[in-house]
């Protein structure tokens, strides 16, 4: 069998790892735009806080040792133009503009997503940059140092946005953040959010809600981020507005085409066409709680795709049953994690929500340490099933989110889960844990 993969960072890299460990023999060719493959992007903002770090210390394993060690035909500088499925062959041109063409029994798209950079005037412009790839926290980190950055405008306010704040930050650089949206985390419930909010302006962090941008230009001291009623100058505009899959050859393809522009998959990731498959960044997916099509780019979802990709075509079919967004990001001293639906979205997919936000400790009251943790649950009234769950707190946060994340695996009611048998020792929760709380309190509200 001839497997061909584009793209080689989570997905493709393990798709090609898993399918030469199941069969040796199979040729496995993977074509890489960039020449960086199977590297640590969430972990870039940390980078990029250390200047004494190499970008490349993210990288996880060299693109040699796939070739080397592995059998995998990597060929790095190799961006591909078009599929064609009726031939079953895929068509580019490498760094060096030369033009090749590979041909597939099995194809896997896995090209990820791309920073959403709007059609706005100076988003162009030498110093506004964004990040998602490794070559984008390489660029930022050279900008810096390159022209002594001190003051850096953000434009967005979601995860990569907050953590590039306390990146840059931690570099005592100034950082003004600007948004069109007048609520800050418009996902998250307003108590939450605004304790989020709060930590960020303490640590210097100066936050523009309700600006919507119209254009960046130069200016004496490097860039101006302008607005209707708001003009912010910067030496570095990062954008962080988001990202948008890299579907453009699928869609040029005639391949099924998804929510926000994402690749079309099943359960076993398979797209449109019987031979192709996408996985990563560029593909949907089901949500465990709705059951309908969702787009959440997350790296877990990537890598185990990309195994689901190999065993289906090494002969053991695999299914995914799909995500339920569970995400823990870092804002200086505090932890923000969420899984499952917000109450909006509960109620966009016909459920009856009920809520609750407790506030506890983090450990017993007595014990040195401990931090208030503040907890949402949400549960539907009319199936007792528990929804989703958000928490902020300064420990304990990153791994309790885990524990909801089962349970909405496990579809159980609120009743079940406040029912379960959660650890408990002094130092890491009180006798009540702070999920068991936020359970005990909701059942009262349904």
């Known amino acids: 069998m001839n497997f061909l993969i584009i793209g080689a960072d989570a997905a493709g890299m393990s798709a090609a790892s898993r399918a030469k460990r199941s069969m040796p023999e199979m040729a496995v060719t993977v074509l890489e735009m960039t020449h960086d493959v199977s590297y640590s992007a969430c972990g870039m903002p940390y980078n990029i806080a250390a200047p004494e770090k190499a970008i490349e210390d993210l990288v996880v394993r060299e693109a040699d040792v796939f070739r080397k060690k592995q059998g995998i035909n990597l060929l790095t500088g190799h961006r591909v133009d078009a599929i064609f499925p009726k031939e079953k062959t895929v068509s580019g041109t490498t760094h060096k503009g030369e033009k090749f063409e590979f041909s597939y029994d099995k194809l896997l798209i896995a090209t990820g997503g791309s920073p959403i950079v709007p059609d706005l005037p ?14 984008h926290g390489r660029k930022i980190k050279a900008f810096i140092d390159e022209h002594n950055v ?12 907050l953590e590039m704040c306390e990146a840059l930050r931690s570099r005592s650089i100034e950082v003004a953040m600007v948004k069109p949206n007048p609520r800050f985390l418009p996902w998250m419930t307003q108590e939450l959010s605004e304790k989020v909010q709060k930590e960020v302006k303490a640590n210097g962090g100066k936050l523009h809600l309700g600006h919507a941008v119209q254009k960046i230009k130069p200016a004496n001291t490097g860039l101006s981020v302008v607005c209707e009623d708001l003009s912010l100058d910067a030496d570095m505009v990062i954008v962080a507005i988001g990202i948008t899959p890299n579907s453009e050859c699928a869609v040029n393809a005639g391949l099924e085409i998804s929510i926000r522009n994402s690749i079309s998959v099943d359960r076993g990731l398979k797209t449109s066409d019987e031979s192709i498959y996408a996985a990563g960044d560029c593909a949907d997916a089901y949500h465990v709680v709705t059951g309908e099509k969702t787009f959440i780019p997350l790296a877990l979802r990537a890598n185990r795709a990309g ?4 065993d ?22 505090l932890q923000i994690a969420r899984t499952g639906l917000t109450s909006k979205e509960s109620l966009k997919y016909g459920f009856d929500p009920a809520e609750v936000v407790i506030k506890t400790r983090s450990r017993a ?24 769950a958000q928490m902020v707190g300064k420990e304990g946060v990153a791994h309790r989110i885990n524990a909801v994340a089962v349970a909405l695996h496990n579809r159980m009611t609120v009743e079940r889960f406040s029912q379960t048998d959660l650890a408990y020792a002094p130092p890491f929760s009180p006798v009540w844990d702070p999920l068991l709380t936020a359970a005990n309190q909701l059942l009262k509200r349904m």
């Open 150 to 161: 001190k003051k850096a405008v953000i434009i967005g306010m979601g995860y990569i946005g």
């Open 122 to 135: 100076g988003f162009d412009l030498p110093g506004v940059l964004g990040l998602k790839s490794l070559d």
């Open 312 to 333: 289906n075509i090494c002969g053991k079919p695999t299914e995914l049953e799909g995500v339920v967004g569970t995400s823990v990001f870092k804002v200086f001293n």
């Open 307 to 310: 195994w689901a990709v190999a």
């Open 365 to 388: 009251h007595a014990h040195p340490g401990s931090t208030p943790i503040q907890v949402h649950l949400i549960g539907d009234k009319k199936s007792g099933r528990l929804l989703g």
